[in-house]
């Protein structure tokens, strides 16, 4: 599998629990907890296309790495100015979001 199949796979997985998440924070009456969720995981998603984009401009991995946590953290540090008490579903989705694609990795390095 090339990476921009894994990087798909694991913006659609992420989209699909991300639209979950969203209707389960509704249905359950945290609107803005699922919400917060969602959004995590869809940004958390695009953290593959970021190094990949970042890699490919020739940015060496450690100073790619350090800008992509900047970015991510201040994605989360805005979101607490914003969201107020639901910040930390923004920051579970991140984390979920990576998992997912280590989930995928994982499945792609089985089947091989």
């Given at each position: 599998m090339t990476s921009g199949g894994?990087?798909?796979k694991t913006f659609v997985g992420c989209l699909v629990l991300a639209?979950?998440?969203g209707l389960a924070?509704?249905?359950?009456g945290y609107?803005?907890?699922?919400?917060?969720?969602?959004v995590g995981m869809i940004l958390g998603s695009l953290n593959g296309y970021l190094i990949q984009g970042l890699l490919t401009r020739g940015a060496p991995f450690v100073a790619a790495s350090l800008l992509r946590i900047v970015f991510f953290s201040s994605i989360v540090l805005l979101a607490a100015l914003a969201l107020g008490d639901s910040v930390w579903a923004l920051a579970l989705g991140l984390a979920l979001a990576q998992l997912?694609?280590?989930a995928f990795s994982v499945r792609a390095g089985l089947r091989s």
């Open positions: 894994l990087l798909r639209t979950a998440a924070g509704i249905a359950s609107p803005r907890v699922g919400a917060s969720l969602a997912v694609m280590v």
